[in-house]
């Protein structure tokens, strides 16, 4: 073999090499979950492949037992209900969601990734030049609440006892138990099994203000909850007088409130005979 060909035979077998190192076919990094929901509630799933080149990613959907009649998913699809959002870096990201569910957005959702030059030729069998993962999302009845309405709690220090009431009329299944929260977190000692479940407030204060939820949990259904807000005036519950600084120096004044909804709070220097704004921001509590 001549020379010149023995070299252009290195050189095809070297970019035939390097193809083949650099490219690689599409995979999964992350996969959809498959999730029971209930209607009004939003879901989110989430897609992450890798590849080189970076894959393409697209969202299907199909009826829960009619895996043969899938169709794509467009951002904005559903009456707004539906959102995509695709990110391209050395990964492909996306996520799907969908808000206000209903039962009819039960079904199969399948992420489809794809980094095949001939993925979208019509002539190509799908099946063979996009990787799908599958989800199953089952979406439920919300169970009906009856819960006590919004309540205003008096300004004096020693009101009556106040009584948050929630009774759960109609569900999917079994219900488990029940409790209450209040501002996110669970009240200590409010769990039961009753169906109709209290919690009272037995002397109530401007500090037990705040968004109260009662919660039921399910054996396999996903939650369900009625929030109640429970409101107050704001009261000063605790401020620095004075503070004697010298001149240049920082001085730190505070001011503690309570009351729902949360207070916003406006500080002001008395200069002269008037007062003038200095800061304005929201309190915490």
Same mark, same amino acid.
């Given at each position: 073999?001549?020379?010149?060909?023995?070299?252009?035979?290195?050189?095809?077998?070297?970019?035939?090499?390097?193809?083949?190192?650099?490219?690689?076919?599409?995979?999964?990094?992350?996969?959809?979950?498959?999730?029971?929901?209930?209607?009004?509630?939003?879901?989110?799933?989430?897609?992450?492949?890798?590849?080189?080149?970076?894959?393409?990613?697209?969202?299907?959907?199909?009826?829960?037992?009619?895996?043969?009649?899938?169709?794509?998913?467009?951002?904005?699809?559903?009456?707004?209900?539906?959102?995509?959002?695709?990110?391209?870096?050395?990964?492909?990201?996306?996520?799907?969601?969908?808000?206000?569910?209903?039962?009819?957005?039960?079904?199969?959702?399948?992420?489809?990734?794809?980094?095949?030059?001939?993925?979208?030729?019509?002539?190509?069998?799908?099946?063979?030049?996009?990787?799908?993962?599958?989800?199953?999302?089952?979406?439920?009845?919300?169970?009906?609440?009856?819960?006590?309405?919004?309540?205003?709690?008096?300004?004096?220090?020693?009101?009556?006892?106040?009584?948050?009431?929630?009774?759960?009329?109609?569900?999917?299944?079994?219900?488990?138990?029940?409790?209450?929260?209040?501002?996110?977190?669970?009240? #200590?000692?409010?769990?039961? !099994?009753? @169906?109709?479940?209290?919690? *009272?407030?037995?002397?109530? %204060? /401007? $500090?037990?203000?705040? +968004?109260?939820?009662?919660?039921?949990?399910?054996?396999?259904?996903?939650? #369900?909850?009625?929030?109640? !807000?429970? @409101?107050?005036?704001?009261? *000063?519950?605790?401020?620095? %007088? /004075? $503070?004697?600084?010298? +001149?240049?120096?920082?001085?730190?004044?505070?001011?503690?409130?309570?009351?729902?909804?949360?207070?916003?709070?406006?500080?002001?220097?008395?200069?002269?005979?008037?007062?003038?704004?200095?800061?304005?921001?929201?309190?915490?509590?």
């Amino acid at each position: 073999m001549q020379p010149n060909a023995v070299m252009l035979a290195v050189l095809l077998f070297g970019n035939l090499m390097l193809h083949y190192v650099s490219a690689q076919n599409a995979g999964f990094v992350k996969s959809p979950m498959s999730e029971t929901k209930l209607t009004l509630d939003t879901f989110e799933l989430y897609c992450d492949v890798i590849g080189n080149p970076t894959p393409e990613i697209q969202w299907w959907y199909a009826e829960i037992n009619r895996a043969d009649s899938f169709k794509q998913l467009w951002d904005g699809a559903r009456k707004r209900r539906v959102s995509i959002n695709t990110a391209y870096g050395n990964n492909g990201v996306s996520v799907l969601g969908i808000t206000r569910l209903t039962l009819e957005d039960s079904g199969t959702y399948e992420c489809r990734a794809s980094n095949n030059p001939r993925r979208n030729d019509l002539r190509q069998n799908p099946a063979i030049t996009w990787i799908r993962a599958q989800a199953t999302i089952s979406v439920l009845q919300k169970p009906k609440i009856n819960a006590s309405d919004q309540i205003i709690l008096p300004s004096e220090t020693k009101g009556p006892p106040v009584t948050l009431q929630c009774n759960l009329t109609n569900a999917h299944e079994g219900q488990q138990e029940s409790f209450w929260m209040k501002n996110g977190v669970e009240i #200590a000692d409010s769990r039961n !099994e009753q @169906k109709n479940t209290e919690y *009272i407030i037995k002397k109530p %204060r /401007s $500090d037990d203000a705040g +968004e109260y939820m009662c919660v039921y949990t399910f054996e396999t259904a996903p939650n #369900a909850n009625a929030t109640i !807000e429970v @409101k107050a005036a704001p009261e *000063i519950t605790g401020h620095k %007088r /004075s $503070d004697n600084k010298n +001149e240049g120096q920082s001085a730190l004044l505070y001011c503690k409130s309570v009351g729902y909804p949360f207070p916003i709070w406006t500080w002001r220097k008395l200069d002269g005979s008037h007062y003038m704004v200095r800061v304005l921001f929201l309190c915490s509590i």
